[in-house]
């Protein structure tokens, strides 16, 4: 079974912190990305990457930056948090089939509160 | 706590009911196609895909129907259970991309 762990379920921060949200993966997958999800406007990919120290923007990067130093991390990095970014943060890997789709595994979510 | 469902569109049924949720796809390039189920408070959960060179796909109680014609995907649960209560939704992705583009979502409420 595919495994997607985040370094923590509900965090609070305080506007102007700098945030890091961790993501592992345990099945040697060459993509990672991260969402966010807020009620009414679904899944919005933020990052993604296809392999270590690539990253790619996705439809929302703004306030956010990415770090892929290993194949099995990849960390979203809010560097000033603002509450705008209250939301709830998936993780998700994927194994790269070329020019086959195939399915994103989610971590279980890290919810985000900005005061 | 606040949920995603919310401003959902919410399909309620009974149990033992058979349950039928769509999802209207964008891209007559889509070529790949998965239905997610999302619990509250955790994170999306894969279900069932379909690609494009087929029109059905089974799985265990659940069937994905595929109709190009009309761009559309349907999700067919038999036998509903309390335990499906949740949110569904579907992705589409466009071969050689990595990225997925996924749908709003509809909620299933089952009752006992």
Same mark, same amino acid.
């Given at each position: 079974?595919?495994?997607?762990?985040? /370094? /923590?379920?509900?965090?609070?921060?305080r506007?102007?912190e700098?945030?890091?949200?961790?993501?592992?993966?345990d099945?040697?997958h060459?993509?990672?990305?991260?969402?966010?999800?807020?009620?009414?406007l *679904?899944?919005?990919?933020? @990052?993604?990457? @296809?392999?270590?120290?690539?990253?790619?923007?996705?439809?929302? $990067?703004? *306030?956010? /930056?990415?770090?892929?130093?290993k194949?099995?991390?990849?960390?979203?990095?809010?560097?000033?948090?603002?509450t705008?970014?209250?939301?709830?943060?998936l993780?998700?890997?994927?194994?790269?089939?070329?020019?086959?789709?195939?399915?994103?595994?989610?971590? $279980? *979510?890290?919810?985000?509160?900005?005061? | 706590?606040?949920?995603?469902?919310?401003?959902?569109p919410?399909?309620?049924?009974?149990?033992?009911?058979?349950?039928?949720?769509?999802?209207?796809?964008?891209?007559?390039a889509?070529?790949?196609?998965?239905?997610?189920?999302?619990?509250?408070?955790?994170?999306?959960?894969?279900?069932?895909?379909i690609?494009?060179?087929m029109?059905?796909?089974?799985?265990?109680?659940?069937?994905?129907?595929?109709?190009k014609t009309?761009?559309?995907?349907?999700?067919?649960?038999?036998a509903t259970?309390?335990?499906?209560?949740?949110?569904?939704?579907?992705?589409?992705?466009?071969?050689?991309?990595s990225?997925?583009?996924?749908?709003?979502?509809?909620?299933?409420l089952?009752?006992?």
């Amino acid at each position: 079974d595919v495994k997607v762990t985040q /370094s /923590s379920r509900y965090l609070v921060k305080r506007t102007g912190e700098k945030v890091f949200l961790e993501c592992v993966q345990d099945m040697d997958h060459e993509n990672m990305f991260w969402y966010r999800q807020d009620p009414g406007l *679904g899944l919005r990919l933020i @990052y993604f990457s @296809y392999d270590v120290k690539m990253k790619e923007k996705g439809d929302i $990067p703004e *306030g956010y /930056s990415v770090s892929r130093e290993k194949k099995e991390r990849f960390s979203l990095i809010l560097e000033s948090a603002s509450t705008n970014q209250t939301s709830m943060y998936l993780c998700a890997s994927s194994l790269s089939l070329g020019h086959l789709g195939e399915t994103q595994y989610f971590g $279980p *979510g890290t919810r985000l509160l900005v005061l | 706590g606040e949920s995603v469902g919310l401003h959902l569109p919410t399909l309620s049924v009974q149990e033992g009911d058979n349950s039928i949720i769509n999802c209207a796809y964008s891209n007559s390039a889509s070529d790949y196609f998965i239905w997610y189920k999302q619990e509250s408070g955790k994170g999306p959960q894969f279900i069932i895909d379909i690609r494009s060179n087929m029109d059905k796909r089974q799985g265990q109680r659940v069937t994905v129907l595929l109709n190009k014609t009309v761009k559309h995907l349907s999700l067919q649960i038999a036998a509903t259970q309390p335990g499906d209560s949740a949110v569904y939704f579907c992705a589409e992705n466009i071969g050689g991309y990595s990225t997925l583009t996924f749908g709003k979502g509809t909620m299933l409420l089952v009752s006992p």
